[in-house]
């Protein structure tokens, strides 16, 4: 099986889990998988090494381009709906006699096996056209009578500097952006259906395509509390005195 960095999935949808002192946990579950490596790039050919993924989701052919098509036949592949390069892990960068990654190999959410934590890239939901209260957080105007609440307020003066800076926050499209999550915390591993679960939310709508990564850097605990659970001052001394 390849040994790549990340793979393609779906987000299935939000739910909550219990931890072990009884804490509910925001939960998101992903479709991670299953793929395929329909190209595998090298250093040598293509100046970086990388393993372009397609989601195992087929399409119709009629569906696809032209230089798609001749993309996938070139490899003896089906015609896929969800295409994305990911990372090769550096010890793998080596030979194809010595387990780096092929086209056709198949990548499933094994690769996780082992690790904490996760970055997660996808699409955020698309809002339209929004005003400078809901895109960007104004707190807006008085809301006395006959004044406009969501006015965006000056964007400039007319004689210094007689120009709009750029940059400025107003008026427009909100949404459909690239959003990357990083380390969140992994919850759960289903190997039989392929499914991923991790700490919080993820960027998109459900069914939404996303990019799942391992954490680029994952954080550090601190030596020694690791897992130690924290202890209210005020509650300890409160049962202290109902022993007493």
Known sequence: ?????????????MTQLFDSRGEVRPATVLQAGPC????SKSSAQDGYEAAQLGLVEFVKESRVTKPMKGHFAKHNLP?????????????????????????????LVDIFEGERFVDVIGTSKGRGFAGVVKRHHFYG????HGSMFQIP????????PSRVFKGMRMSGHMGTDRVTMRNLRILGVDKDENLLVVEGSVPGPNGGYLIINKAKK???ERRGFAGAATIDPLKAAKRAAKKG
């Open 36 to 39: 395929v490596v329909t190209q």
């Open 1 to 13: 099986m390849a040994k790549v960095a990340g793979i393609l999935g779906k987000k299935v949808g």
């Open 141 to 144: 105007g008085p809301k006395s």
């Open 79 to 107: 015609p896929v709906k969800f295409l994305r390069e990911v990372p090769i892990e550096v010890d793998e960068t080596k030979a194809e006699s010595d387990g780096a990654v092929k086209t056709g190999d198949r990548v």
């Open 153 to 160: 307020g000056s964007i400039g003066s007319s004689a210094f």
């Open 218 to 220: 994952p954080p550090r």
